[in-house]
């Protein structure tokens, strides 16, 4: 891997580990995009160093637990088959 690759993978690893933040945060902080950094420490990381990839891993494993519940899965009923209106 290139040297700029692995030090970018390198300082990333170690903002999300300094700062216990997200991927997204990580992304954000060095204006890359969250599909480039989620590849550099949970793939690229791994050939670099197994024990700062294992580190992250833990991080990115205690924010999943930590989100929020997500409603979006709970819907209304809709008023399919239901006549409104009711003429007759």
């Not at 997204?24 to 550099?40: E, G, M």
């Not at 793939?43 to 929020?68: C, G, H, Q, Y």
């Amino acid at each position: 891997m290139w040297d700029y690759k692995t030090e970018r993978v390198v300082r990333e690893a170690e903002y999300i580990i300094a700062e216990g933040c997200t991927v997204r945060a990580a992304a954000v902080h060095f204006s890359i995009s969250k599909s480039t950094v989620h590849k550099d420490v949970t793939e690229r990381l791994t050939s670099i160093d197994k024990n700062l990839a294992d580190r992250v891993r833990k991080v990115l494993n205690k924010n999943l637990s930590e989100r929020p519940v997500s409603y979006t899965h709970l819907t209304l009923p809709t008023n399919q088959g239901v006549v409104v209106g009711g003429g007759g």
